[in-house]
Structure formats: structure tokens, C-alpha cells
């Protein structure tokens, strides 16, 4: 029986490289900590609880190329361990603080209960390695993985290489062919960001699909039949399914949408900024460095200072409603477009996956309630984009407008007077690796080491991160920082290279500090009109024409 409509959640995993062996407690590294214990590992439970109760769902996750080197970095496994068992204990002080309180003793238990079960799944089922949970998870053909841009690296701007574009593509769909051992069906566009010069080299890659904002298909050449309701074909060969609205306004926004409701728990409200530096500074990261620790037992309330403890059974109960309610809203939307359509329509549904579980505690539950009522259902049903794509419809062929899912819709978070100076030092770098590349396409020893090490600190330079909290300001030094290190290095390493003076010790530890895609091979920056042959074999690179 032909459904009513499908709807596609999208959730894109992705945080910047930020590994610092350098430091004993990195407050960057805590970014990771935290996005594993509240969003993935409470995302990575709701799915297996899905499948153990033979639940039917299909959802898509992009995980990006940094997320999964840090996710199988043994060094940073190690440091979460470090990380979660101190929590742990807090927890256990918690318990015993709050003892024999009716309303925060329930609230210390149940931050108890989570972090015993994220230990659990860390240590015994997955033995540290999460990238295992989710492949196991699509091997059952529940939930369909995508990759995106090596580091994250924001295409459009740069495109004046289009080696550098080629190299960002090529060397994300390689990390994931080698964690997960097949080629990825689709892609993260880095922040959703499009231009048309991207086509040529989308088309060669072996890819099928990508997401876009909403206006990057609305405002397509020509105008799309269907709006967002189908994916439409680009010039390269690949479905672009551009992003619902209406399900993104519900969702995302704070005030809005869902996770603004008061009784939700408080995310600015921490024990770590609450209780005195004598009991909580050895369970902060860094130590004794006001900051959240996760603790959090208040609800919304409202937009004062005002804060009522949180309940978690009310917060429930929310939850189960708005979930409901977005049901509700997607069948009526799905039986308005349906009825001038000669498909059945697709909500395509793409979020930051931190939102669920970070920022908005209950997200996860929500997710769970969704599913379990859409199980079963005939008129609206969960699909994955390349599901999707196996049903055979005919896609208009359109070329997407330049877009992104940035404030005002274009580049200009990632290019204006906070982090413009950023772009020309990123240009020549990208110019002399192409020249580095295509002048050595055989290096050995020190001369390759040096060239994949430089090549490796260009793709972390070419981090769209950087600009894009250089932007918000909130930790713009560091961005500035971290940025400057790489192009740093990398002009010391071409510097070494073309007069024959490695610094060998010096090279090794670099890239030991900042080691990841282990099998890079420098020659992704080799020009694209270069005639230096490469025997097949040598370049095995998914899709590459020159391999």
C-alpha cells in the first residue's frame, strides 16, 4: 500500500578536531565528552531500544570525518574514560547529597542511572569503540550513515582551488569507507553550503545524494515541480532534498518550537556554577574552572531568573505531546501536498544532532515517543533519503541556487570582517600544496611524511569551525589560535620541503599530536589538470579519475 508521504530526520554529528595531548584536561576536549554522554549515547539508546522492541524506524545520521577519527582515537577513548568515571563519581556524591530530598534526590538517581549505562555501553558492550554501535545499527538497516567534507571545510569559499574542494570530498568519503568498509551513499554539504562549481566534482565522486536549506531547492534553476517535497536531480547526478521549513521552525527554534516549552529542564542552570568551589572544583574539566558539569535540576519556568525544580514525569509527559503533535502536523501537511502530487510528498527533517540531548534534554525521549507511534502507520512513514531513491521516482533535473543553512541563508557567516583575513592565507597554502603535490607524485620517506603531514594541517586550517566562531565570538581566540597553528606549521613544512632540511624529529611529533586519517595520501591535492600519470592502484581514492 502506497503511504500517505514519508518523512526523512536527518541528524548531522559533527565537532571540530580538538585533540591537545599538550594539556592534562583540554576545556575543548570536553566539547567531545559532552556531545558523546548527552546526545549520542542517549541517541545511540533510544535506537537500540527501538530494535529490541522491533520497533520499525529508519533515520540518517551523518558523521562527520573529525567526529569519527576522534571517536576511534585510542588516546581520546582513554581520556573519556577518564572523563565519564569522574562524573560517576559525582554522581555518587550527588545521590548522597540530595539524600531524603523529595524533589533533587529522584534528579541526582536519574543523572546516576544515565551515566552507569553510558559507561556501560562505552566499556562492556562497544569496549570503547562507538563507531561499532552505529555500523551494527546500519547493518540492520535502521539507520543509513553519510559522510561529509574531511574537516568540515566550508566548499564554496574554497572553491578557488577546486584541488582544495577535491581533496576535502575525496579524503571524508575515504575515512568512511575505511571505518565502515562500503562507500557512503550520500553527504553533508558542510553547513549546507552550495554553489553550482561544486558540480563537477560532486558528480565524479560516486556520491547520490546531499541536502541542502530550503531556498538552495526553492529557488532552483529551473523551478522545482514540487518545492522541497521531492529532491530534485542537479547537473552532477545527485538528488538534493532541501529542508522543510516548517518541521525546522517546530523543532529548532528555542522560543518557538519545542525545547523552549518550561517545562523542559534548564540548560543554563549547572551545578557547576551552583554549588561551592570546595565540593564541585575536582569534578570540573578543567579542575576548579567554573563550567557545567551536566548536573542540571531545574526546569525553563520562563523567561526570568526564576527557576522551578524540574520534573522529570511533567517533562515526559511534554515530551509525549509534542511529539503528537508533530505527528499531527506532518500527516495534515502530508494530505495538503499529497493532494497535487503525483508522489507521495517527503518531509525531509535535517538538525544539528547535538540539539537532541545537549540543548534540549528531552530531544531523544521525543524521538523515541515519534517513532513508537509512527510504527505501523500507513499514511506517514519514516524513510531515509536513499530509501527514498529506490522507490524510482522521476526526479526534475534543476540546478540548486547558492545556499547555506546559516543565518540569512548564504556565506556571510563564514565570511565577513570578524574572519576575512582568514581566506587568503587558507588560498596560498591550498596554491603551494597543489604545487607540492603535483611536483612529488611518488615521495618516499621524510619527503612523504613531510607532505601528508602538511597536506593534513591544511585540511584542519580549512576548518569551517573556525570562521564560524570567530563570527559568534564566544571563543574566538581559540579559533584564531588554532588556526594560526596549522598554517603555521604547514608553512614550516613547505619551507622544509623545498630546501631538502626536514626536521624530522619536530615532524613526527606534530603529527603524532594531531594525528588523524592515518592513511591521508597528499597526492588528493595533486592538480586536477595535472598529466603526471598515476598508475592505477596507486590513488585509491573513491570515485577519482585519476586513480
Same mark, same amino acid.
Given at each position: 500500500?502506497?503511504?500517505?508521504?514519508?518523512?526523512?530526520?536527518?541528524?548531522?554529528?559533527?565537532?571540530?578536531?580538538?585533540?591537545?595531548?599538550?594539556?592534562?584536561?583540554?576545556?575543548?576536549?570536553?566539547?567531545?565528552?559532552?556531545?558523546?554522554?548527552?546526545?549520542?549515547?542517549?541517541?545511540?539508546?533510544?535506537?537500540?531500544?527501538?530494535?529490541?522492541?522491533?520497533?520499525?524506524?529508519?533515520?540518517?545520521?551523518?558523521?562527520?570525518?573529525?567526529?569519527?577519527?576522534?571517536?576511534?582515537?585510542?588516546?581520546?577513548?582513554?581520556?573519556?574514560?577518564?572523563?565519564?568515571?569522574?562524573?560517576?563519581?559525582?554522581?555518587?556524591?550527588?545521590?548522597?547529597?540530595?539524600?531524603?530530598?523529595?524533589?533533587?534526590?529522584?534528579?541526582?538517581?536519574?543523572?546516576?542511572? %544515565?551515566?552507569?549505562?553510558?559507561?556501560?555501553?562505552?566499556?562492556?558492550?562497544?569496549?570503547? %569503540?562507538?563507531?561499532?554501535?552505529?555500523?551494527?545499527?546500519?547493518?540492520?538497516?535502521?539507520?543509513?550513515?553519510?559522510?561529509?567534507?574531511?574537516?568540515?571545510?566550508?566548499?564554496?569559499?574554497?572553491?578557488?582551488?577546486?584541488?582544495?574542494?577535491?581533496?576535502?570530498?575525496?579524503?571524508?568519503? =575515504?575515512?568512511?569507507?575505511?571505518?565502515?568498509?562500503?562507500?557512503?551513499?550520500?553527504?553533508?554539504?558542510?553547513?549546507?553550503?552550495?554553489?553550482?562549481?561544486?558540480?563537477?566534482?560532486?558528480?565524479?565522486?560516486?556520491?547520490?545524494?546531499?541536502?541542502?536549506?530550503?531556498?538552495?531547492?526553492?529557488?532552483?534553476?529551473?523551478?522545482?515541480?514540487?518545492?522541497?517535497?521531492?529532491?530534485?536531480?542537479?547537473?552532477?547526478?545527485?538528488?538534493?532534498?532541501?529542508?522543510?521549513?516548517?518541521?525546522?521552525?517546530?523543532?529548532?527554534?528555542?522560543?518557538?518550537?519545542?525545547?523552549?516549552?518550561?517545562?523542559?529542564?534548564?540548560?543554563?542552570?549547572?551545578?557547576?556554577?551552583?554549588?561551592?568551589?570546595?565540593?564541585?572544583?575536582?569534578?570540573?574539566?578543567?579542575?576548579?574552572?567554573?563550567?557545567?558539569?551536566?548536573?542540571?535540576?531545574?526546569?525553563?519556568?520562563?523567561?526570568?531568573?526564576?527557576?522551578?525544580?524540574?520534573?522529570?514525569?511533567?517533562?515526559?509527559?511534554?515530551?509525549?505531546?509534542?511529539?503528537?503533535?508533530?505527528?499531527?502536523?506532518?500527516?495534515?501537511?502530508?494530505?495538503?501536498?499529497?493532494?497535487?502530487?503525483?508522489?507521495?510528498?517527503?518531509?525531509?527533517?535535517?538538525?544539528?544532532?547535538?540539539?537532541?540531548?545537549?540543548?534540549?534534554?528531552?530531544?531523544?525521549?521525543?524521538?523515541?515517543?515519534?517513532?513508537?507511534?509512527?510504527?505501523?502507520?500507513?499514511?506517514?512513514?519514516?524513510?531515509?533519503?536513499?530509501?527514498?531513491?529506490?522507490?524510482?521516482?522521476?526526479?526534475?533535473?534543476?540546478?540548486?541556487?547558492?545556499?547555506?543553512? !546559516? =543565518?540569512?541563508?548564504?556565506?556571510?557567516?563564514?565570511?565577513?570582517?570578524?574572519?576575512?583575513?582568514?581566506?587568503?592565507?587558507?588560498?596560498?597554502?591550498?596554491?603551494?600544496?597543489?604545487?607540492?603535490?603535483?611536483?612529488?607524485?611518488?615521495?618516499? !620517506?621524510?619527503?612523504?611524511?613531510?607532505?601528508?603531514?602538511?597536506?593534513?594541517?591544511?585540511?584542519?586550517?580549512?576548518?569551517?569551525?573556525?570562521?564560524?566562531?570567530?563570527?559568534?565570538?564566544?571563543?574566538?581566540?581559540?579559533?584564531?589560535?588554532?588556526?594560526?597553528?596549522?598554517?603555521?606549521?604547514?608553512?614550516?613544512? =613547505?619551507?622544509?620541503?623545498?630546501?631538502?632540511?626536514?626536521?624530522?624529529?619536530?615532524?613526527?611529533?606534530?603529527?603524532?599530536?594531531?594525528?588523524?586519517?592515518?592513511?591521508?595520501?597528499?597526492?588528493?591535492?595533486?592538480?586536477?589538470?595535472?598529466?603526471?600519470?598515476?598508475?592505477?592502484?596507486?590513488?585509491?581514492?573513491?570515485?577519482?579519475?585519476?586513480?
Amino acid at each position: 500500500m502506497t503511504p500517505g508521504g514519508y518523512l526523512a530526520f536527518i541528524f548531522h554529528a559533527h565537532l571540530p578536531y580538538v585533540r591537545h595531548p599538550e594539556y592534562q584536561q583540554s576545556l575543548e576536549e570536553k566539547w567531545f565528552f559532552e556531545a558523546l554522554t548527552e546526545c549520542y549515547i542517549p541517541l545511540l539508546r533510544v535506537f537500540q531500544g527501538l530494535a529490541a522492541d522491533h520497533i520499525d524506524y529508519a533515520v540518517t545520521f551523518s558523521l562527520s570525518p573529525t567526529l569519527l577519527s576522534m571517536l576511534e582515537d585510542p588516546f581520546l577513548q582513554e581520556r573519556y574514560a577518564t572523563y565519564l568515571a569522574g562524573l560517576q563519581e559525582l554522581a555518587r556524591k550527588e545521590e548522597a547529597r540530595t539524600a531524603g530530598d523529595p524533589l533533587f534526590s529522584p534528579l541526582a538517581a536519574m543523572y546516576r542511572e %544515565r551515566l552507569d549505562y553510558a559507561a556501560y555501553l562505552f566499556h562492556e558492550k562497544y569496549a570503547k %569503540r562507538l563507531v561499532n554501535a552505529f555500523r551494527e545499527l546500519q547493518d540492520q538497516g535502521k539507520v543509513e550513515i553519510i559522510t561529509s567534507a574531511a574537516t568540515h571545510g566550508y566548499l564554496p569559499l574554497l572553491a578557488v582551488q577546486r584541488e582544495a574542494v577535491y581533496a576535502q570530498l575525496v579524503t571524508g568519503i =575515504d575515512c568512511y569507507r575505511q571505518i565502515f568498509g562500503t562507500p557512503p551513499r550520500g553527504i553533508w554539504l558542510p553547513e549546507c553550503a552550495y554553489d553550482p562549481v561544486l558540480e563537477d566534482i560532486l558528480g565524479e565522486l560516486g556520491l547520490q545524494y546531499f541536502v541542502t536549506a530550503t531556498h538552495g531547492v526553492l529557488y532552483a534553476s529551473p523551478r522545482p515541480k514540487y518545492g522541497v517535497y521531492s529532491p530534485i536531480l542537479t547537473p552532477g547526478g545527485l538528488a538534493a532534498f532541501g529542508r522543510d521549513p516548517e518541521t525546522s521552525h517546530q523543532v529548532w527554534s528555542a522560543k518557538e518550537g519545542y525545547p523552549g516549552d518550561y517545562f523542559y529542564r534548564e540548560f543554563y542552570r549547572d551545578i557547576g556554577y551552583d554549588l561551592e568551589m570546595e565540593y564541585i572544583g575536582e569534578h570540573l574539566h578543567p579542575a576548579y574552572l567554573r563550567g557545567n558539569t551536566g548536573f542540571k535540576y531545574y526546569r525553563i519556568t520562563g523567561p526570568g531568573e526564576h527557576k522551578e525544580v524540574y520534573n522529570q514525569r511533567l517533562a515526559l509527559q511534554k515530551a509525549w505531546d509534542h511529539a503528537a503533535n508533530f505527528k499531527f502536523n506532518r500527516e495534515k501537511q502530508l494530505e495538503y501536498y499529497g493532494g497535487v502530487m503525483d508522489r507521495p510528498p517527503l518531509v525531509v527533517a535535517p538538525y544539528d544532532a547535538e540539539l537532541f540531548g545537549h540543548w534540549w534534554f528531552e530531544g531523544p525521549q521525543w524521538l523515541d515517543y515519534l517513532c513508537r507511534m509512527l510504527h505501523g502507520q500507513q499514511f506517514l512513514q519514516l524513510i531515509t533519503p536513499g530509501q527514498y531513491l529506490d522507490q524510482g521516482y522521476t526526479l526534475q533535473l534543476s540546478t540548486p541556487n547558492i545556499s547555506s543553512w !546559516g =543565518d540569512k541563508g548564504y556565506h556571510e557567516v563564514w565570511l565577513n570582517a570578524r574572519n576575512d583575513w582568514l581566506y587568503r592565507h587558507l588560498h596560498h597554502a591550498a596554491e603551494r600544496m597543489i604545487e607540492m603535490a603535483t611536483g612529488h607524485p611518488r615521495a618516499e !620517506g621524510a619527503v612523504k611524511e613531510a607532505l601528508t603531514q602538511a597536506a593534513r594541517e591544511l585540511l584542519l586550517a580549512q576548518s569551517s569551525d573556525w570562521p564560524f566562531i570567530m563570527t559568534a565570538g564566544t571563543m574566538d581566540r581559540y579559533a584564531e589560535t588554532r588556526v594560526s597553528k596549522h598554517l603555521l606549521r604547514f608553512l614550516a613544512l =613547505d619551507r622544509q620541503i623545498r630546501e631538502e632540511k626536514i626536521d624530522l624529529p619536530w615532524l613526527r611529533s606534530i603529527a603524532a599530536a594531531d594525528n588523524l586519517f592515518p592513511e591521508l595520501d597528499y597526492r588528493v591535492f595533486q592538480s586536477l589538470e595535472s598529466t603526471v600519470p598515476v598508475e592505477k592502484g596507486e590513488l585509491e581514492k573513491a570515485g577519482s579519475k585519476r586513480a
